[in-house]
Nanobody, 116 residues
Framework: EVQLQASGGGLVQAGGSLRLSCAASGFTFDDYAIGWFRQAPGKEREGVSCISSINDRIYYSDSVKGRFTISSDNAKNTVYLQMNSLKPEDTAVYYC?????????WGQGTQVTVSS
């Protein structure tokens, strides 16, 4: 069973930083992308950043490019999202995700709140 355990959310002032972690277990996929989505109140879930297992290609949404950095520790099966220069519009529940050609797997979400 695939399990994704996200942590690291919290309350921070605008301009501050947070680091999210996602520990993954129970998967043996060769072709997947692992990363983060977020969902703000009243809005649809959107992709934030991910890493491809095939070529380590990294994706960032335009709204976080230059401020967020995704990284992974393959030995620990953990992916991180370093979030700097946070803005109130970054406030959302952040979800860890593994996307394969056949299915999506989701973690439980961690709340990030950025105060102005």
């Amino acid at each position: 069973e695939v399990q994704l355990q996200a942590s690291g959310g919290g309350l921070v002032q605008a301009g501050g930083s947070l680091r999210l972690s996602c520990a993954a277990s129970g998967f043996t996929f060769d072709d997947y992308a692992i990363g983060w989505f977020r969902q703000a109140p009243g809005k649809e879930r959107e992709g934030v950043s991910c890493i491809s297992s095939i070529n380590d290609r990294i994706y960032y949404s335009d709204s976080v490019k230059g401020r967020f950095t995704i990284s992974s520790d393959n030995a620990k099966n953990t992916v991180y999202l370093q979030m700097n220069s946070l803005k109130p519009e970054d406030t959302a529940v952040y979800y860890c995700n593994i996307r394969t050609p056949r299915a999506d797997y989701w973690g439980q979400g961690t709340q990030v709140t950025v105060s102005s």
